[in-house]
């Protein structure tokens, strides 16, 4: 199967797996859900920097409710800000920041491929701002739906990177 943009495609769908706790949520009788270790970002983020053959602007830690960290590189062609999923390690660059986000993706920077080997998934524009209902959401909890049904995310990306309480 041929892969664009974050996505595995067939011929009949295209299909993005959500994890067990990628919402930060879970039920008290449940394990605990994972996280991306901050560190780990951090190192990803220097990788790309010289890859991008600039610097590091900035890392911030993720502020609760938020689910993300954030980071910026400032290079020859200006600015870049990253998000990075607290929960598990995908990725997704934005023009600004926010509290939280819904459609503000933007494409990744040909150097983004420099967190793929820190174990990070980068994720385009148009995936982030896919309907959930083309998401595979099979492996989430029932307290993941429970905050899914009450936040009422209309896209992935809003799913991913937001600000739930």
């Not at 148009?126 to 099979?138: A, H, I, N, R």
Request: aromatic share 12%.
């Amino acid at each position: 199967m041929p892969s664009r943009d974050g996505v595995k495609m067939d011929s009949s769908q295209t299909v993005f797996r959500l994890e067990r706790g990628v919402t930060g949520f879970r039920h008290a009788s449940e394990p605990p859900v994972p996280e991306t270790d901050p560190r780990r970002c951090r190192r990803a983020w220097s990788a790309a920097a010289r890859r991008a053959r600039g610097q590091v602007g900035d890392f911030a830690e993720r502020e609760y409710p938020q689910s993300f960290h954030s980071a910026t590189i400032n290079d020859r062609d200006g600015s870049h800000l990253a998000l990075f999923q607290a929960q598990v390690p995908l990725a997704a660059f934005v023009s600004d920041r926010r509290w939280a986000y819904s459609a503000e993706f933007l494409a990744p920077p040909p150097w983004a491929v420099a967190l793929s080997p820190f174990g990070f998934t980068v994720l385009g524009a148009s995936l982030l701002m896919s309907p959930l209902t083309k998401v595979d959401t099979t492996a989430l909890s029932v307290a993941e739906w429970g905050e899914i049904e009450y936040w009422k995310p209309k896209t992935l990306g809003e799913l991913l990177f937001n600000a739930w309480d």
